[in-house]
């Protein structure tokens, strides 16, 4: 199976990206942080596009936050941060071929709240996915026979900060998510040794990890692909919100 990602290029403007903590950060080496992760997208495999940059979006590089893909769908989002909400539109001609739902007031989701895993669409009540922003995503799901879960978010800002897909099993932090409905769903959940190891990329032919989480590279073994992300981390940013994954042959079956 073939991977399609898309990623777009760290703004000019990421230095004034929605934070936590308003931590200095290096524009420069972010760029050169991000160019690694692309490198490593590839050497893994994948096909990478590379949407315009939006310079005037200072999050725009967390790509996977406006738009979700499912099988047949991609869903256009509405973020939760009010300043995210123009990032979406210049991405439609990139995911031509899938069928396009815009979502509308008053939901709200970010992609970085939405965890894929084989059939379960596992969604995040978060500070910046509602309930609405669920019920929207969870009625596409549903028309593609996959079956949407809601998990509270006790802690950090999306689902995937604190667990992510490791093959068919999850990976994560679950002291900041209720663990009750992945076990409901007969998952395999592995407790990641440190935080930022609760965010992996797992492509098949290897698995991204943050340089900021040795330990569960270790765990992973040679199958751990290490990158230094400290500027992404800077903007609450991980592996996963850099780029949207999907794989070549659904969209080329839906053309
Ligand atoms: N800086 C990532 C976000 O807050 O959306």
Same mark, same amino acid.
């Given at each position: 199976?073939?991977?399609?990602?898309?990623?777009?290029? +760290?703004? !000019? @403007?990421?230095?004034?990206?929605?934070?936590?903590?308003?931590?200095? +950060?290096?524009?420069?080496?972010?760029?050169?942080?991000?160019?690694?992760?692309? %490198?490593?997208?590839?050497?893994?495999?994948? !096909?990478?596009?590379?949407?315009?940059?939006?310079?005037?979006?200072?999050?725009?590089?967390?790509?996977?936050?406006?738009?979700?893909?499912?099988? =047949?769908?991609?869903?256009? $989002? !509405?973020?939760?941060?009010?300043?995210?909400?123009?990032?979406?539109? @210049?991405?439609?001609?990139?995911?031509?071929?899938?069928?396009?739902?815009?979502?509308?007031?008053?939901?709200?989701?970010?992609?970085?709240?939405? *965890? #894929?895993?084989? !059939?379960?669409?596992?969604?995040?009540?978060? %500070? =910046?996915?509602? =309930?609405?922003?669920?019920? *929207?995503?969870?009625?596409?799901?549903?028309?593609?026979?996959?079956?949407?879960?809601?998990?509270?978010?006790?802690?950090? *800002?999306? /689902? %995937?900060?604190?667990? $992510?897909? /490791?093959?068919?099993?999850?990976?994560?932090?679950?002291?900041?998510?209720?663990?009750?409905?992945?076990?409901?769903?007969?998952?395999?959940?592995?407790?990641?040794?440190?935080?930022?190891?609760?965010?992996?990329?797992?492509?098949?032919?290897?698995?991204?990890?943050?340089?900021?989480?040795?330990?569960?590279?270790?765990?992973?073994?040679?199958?751990? #692909?290490?990158?230094?992300?400290?500027? +992404?981390? %800077?903007?609450?940013?991980?592996? $996963?919100?850099? @780029?949207?994954?999907?794989?070549?042959?659904?969209?080329?079956?839906?053309?």
């Amino acid at each position: 199976m073939s991977i399609t990602a898309l990623v777009r290029a +760290i703004p !000019r @403007s990421y230095h004034r990206c929605l934070r936590e903590d308003e931590v200095e +950060i290096d524009v420069d080496r972010a760029r050169r942080q991000h160019r690694e992760y692309v %490198k490593a997208l590839e050497a893994l495999g994948a !096909r990478v596009l590379e949407l315009p940059a939006l310079d005037d979006d200072p999050d725009s590089v967390f790509v996977e936050d406006v738009v979700v893909v499912l099988d =047949r769908h991609a869903v256009l $989002t !509405r973020p939760g941060a009010p300043s995210r909400r123009g990032e979406g539109e @210049s991405l439609v001609p990139f995911i031509e071929g899938f069928e396009l739902v815009r979502m509308k007031a008053p939901a709200t989701l970010d992609g970085g709240d939405v *965890l #894929r895993v084989g !059939r379960f669409v596992f969604v995040g009540l978060s %500070k =910046r996915t509602n =309930r609405e922003g669920f019920e *929207l995503l969870a009625e596409v799901a549903r028309a593609e026979d996959l079956e949407p879960v809601a998990v509270e978010v006790r802690g950090g *800002l999306h /689902l %995937k900060s604190a667990c $992510t897909a /490791l093959g068919s099993s999850v990976i994560g932090r679950f002291e900041r998510i209720d663990r009750a409905p992945f076990v409901a769903c007969d998952l395999e959940l592995v407790d990641a040794p440190e935080p930022m190891g609760a965010n992996v990329l797992d492509l098949g032919a290897g698995v991204l990890v943050s340089a900021a989480a040795p330990k569960t590279a270790a765990l992973l073994g040679e199958r751990a #692909r290490i990158i230094e992300l400290g500027e +992404i981390h %800077k903007g609450d940013g991980a592996l $996963t919100c850099m @780029s949207v994954r999907f794989a070549d042959e659904v969209r080329a079956g839906r053309r």
